[in-house]
Each structure stands twice: as C-alpha cells, then as structure tokens.
T-cell receptor, first 117, second 109 residues
C-alpha cells in the first residue's frame, strides 16, 4: 500500500523557536497533501491543503504566517511552525492523495508530536 | 453539521467479528463511504471505501444498505491490535476528508 512518512516523529523545542516537519510520499506522487492537527482526546482537524507548486489553502482560524507550508515537489511537503508557543503543542499529521488511479484515497503519515516548553 | 453518526464506543471479544455501524442518512448520490482507523498515537489508516456495492478487502468488509443511509464495517476476526478509533466518513471523490469523533473499539482477550 501507499506509504507516507513524517520526520521527525517527535520534537521538543523552546518557546519562540521554529520547527520544521517533513512529509514524504514514498512510493507515489502526490500533487495534493494535507496537514492536520490533533489535540489530546480530540479528532483530527484540517489545517491546510497544499498543492505542489502553488500556495497552500488554509482553513479558517489557521494563521498562514505562523504555519508555513511548502510543497516544492510531488513527494515532499513541509510544515514550519514559526515562533512556537506552548499552545502549539499538538500531534501534527500529514496526508497525501495519490495521483494514480482515481486519486480519491488519502494516505496518512505516522504523525509528529510537538511539545513546546 | 455532522454527516455521519457513530456510536461513541464498542467492545468486542478477541476472535469474534466486530460490526461497527454508521448512519449517513443525508448522503448524496455521488458521495462515497470511507472508513479509516486510528490506533493510539499513530496516523489514521485507510481501511476500505465504497459507493453502492458491498466491498471486501484483506482488512475488512463494508456493507452498505440499499438506500445507502447506513453502513457497517465488519472486522471478521478481531484481534487486540484492532483496538482503535474507527472513523466513518462520507465524501465526494476529491473532497477533503473531515473527521468526526468516530467509534472507539476495544478488543478484549
């Protein structure tokens, strides 16, 4: 099956620093990737949709200047949390939609747990 | 504005079939039914999807009622590793996946 990887799997940083999370589709090309956030005991919330070679589309309430998304290739999208604060601590999950076939199925990465001290 | 309704939690004995229901009474003709699951502290895992016909793969079976207003995900022989939150999602082909609260399935020895 399609595999999506994320790096790092967990990160601890100091308040005010920036953190970059990478998302890769390992065995398929993905024109479209998604970034979700999940707080404890809650469901996944979509943050933004990124399309290769164009600007990301952010969901209402998500600050685009704080959560920078770059989708420079068909297999890589990055999320940078700028000037992180403790309230940004969360589980960040990326997802990629395969270009092959009907392109309907989204595959998810294993997630990145961010803790901001 | 929830499109699906699922029980909050369910229990199942190991080795028995787990039948997870989902109501989607407002589903439209071009919307698919997707099932994902999320094991604790992991990303969601795709299980199966269907439009009208019942579907089966190596993980599960999906039974969709004739009026398409509800469906059931069947794990034929549940194992402890099937303990997870199961999400039933309806969507048109290329639309974004939106997650509800899902069903917490606990498989016990």
């Amino acid at each position: 099956g399609a595999v999506v990887s994320q790096h790092p799997s967990r990160v601890i940083c100091k308040s005010g620093t920036s953190v970059k999370i990478e998302c890769r589709s390992l065995d398929f090309q993905a024109t479209t990737m998604f970034w979700y956030r999940q707080f404890p005991k809650q469901s996944l919330m979509l943050m933004a949709t990124s399309n290769e070679g164009s600007k990301a589309t952010y969901e209402q309430g998500v600050e685009k200047d704080k959560f920078l998304i770059n989708h420079a290739s068909l297999t890589l999208s990055t999320l940078t949390v700028t000037s992180a604060h403790p309230e940004d601590s969360s589980f960040y999950i990326c997802s990629a939609r395969s270009d092959a076939g009907g392109g309907e199925t989204q595959y998810f990465g294993p997630g990145t747990r961010l803790l901001v001290l | 504005d929830a499109k699906t309704t699922q029980p909050t939690s369910m229990d199942c004995a190991e080795g028995r079939a787990a039948n997870l229901p989902c109501n989607h009474s407002t589903i439209s003709g071009n919307e698919y039914v997707y099932w994902y699951r999320q094991i604790h502290s992991q990303g969601p895992q795709y299980i199966i999807h269907g439009l009208k016909n019942n579907e089966t793969n190596e993980m599960a079976s999906l039974i969709i009622t004739e009026d398409r207003k509800s469906s059931t995900l069947i794990l034929p022989h549940a194992t402890l590793r099937d303990t997870a939150v199961y999400y039933c999602i309806v969507r048109v082909g290329y639309s974004t996946l939106t997650f509800g609260k899902g069903t917490m399935l606990l498989v016990s020895p």
